[in-house]
Structures are given as C-alpha cells and as structure tokens.
C-alpha cells in the first residue's frame, strides 16, 4: 500500500511558477513509477508528467519546456516544477503511483493522492 499526499497548489498569475510536492508513505517511492495528472471541470484526467523507477522521464506535449518532473527516493517525494503557467494549466493536480514505466495511461497506476488545486489567473 501507498498512500500519497500532493502540496504546493495554489493562484498564481500568468507566467508565474508553482512546485508541487508528493509524498509518500508505506512501499517505498522507488519501487514505482510516478506521475502527474491534471483534471478540470470540463475535461478528462490528462496525462502531464511521469518519471520512472530509475529517474527517466516523459512529459507531456503540452507542458514541454515549462514543467520538470523529479524524484527524491530518499524523502519519499516527487516534484512537479511548473513555469511559465498559463490560464490552461487551470486544474486538480493528482499525484500517482504504478508499475508501467513512462505510461500516459490512467489505467497503469493504481495509487492515487487528494489532489490539489493549480489556479492560473489573466
């Protein structure tokens, strides 16, 4: 069992920068593979950002160039570095563990946090 507690969300202005934290306690973080999800009212959970058992990561095209994924096994924490924030980037961040390496897919992870709300104003 993993259990999973995303922090760092909150409003913030065009262009401005958020990090989120998960943290994880129970099986050890370096047994799986993280990711981040994003949800907003009006859309499916999207896929943003992953990084595997070994530190590789895959992100989304869509935040390409503006977020970074990492890991510190040691603390039990993943960050999600996001900059250059759009009104876009407007959602419910989730915070997610699994088995697939790089998957973008919902269905591979199996662990999931509370969330925690990115607002992105004009």
């Known amino acids: 069992q993993v259990q999973l507690v995303e922090s760092g969300g909150g409003l913030v202005q065009t262009g401005g920068s958020l990090r989120l934290s998960c943290e994880a306690s129970?099986?050890?973080?370096?047994?799986?593979?993280v990711a981040w999800f994003r949800q907003s009212p009006a859309k499916e959970r999207e896929f943003v950002a992953t990084?595997?058992?070994?530190?590789?990561?895959r992100v989304a095209n869509s935040v390409k160039g503006r977020f970074t994924i990492s890991r510190d096994n040691a603390k039990n924490t993943v960050y999600l570095q996001m900059n250059s924030l759009k009104p876009e980037d407007t959602a419910v961040y989730f915070c997610t563990a699994g088995y697939s390496a790089y998957s973008a897919s919902v269905k591979d992870y199996h662990y999931w946090g509370q969330g925690t709300q990115v607002t992105v104003s004009s």
């Open positions: 129970g099986r050890t973080f370096s047994n799986y593979a």
């Open positions: 990084i595997h058992f070994a530190g590789g990561t």
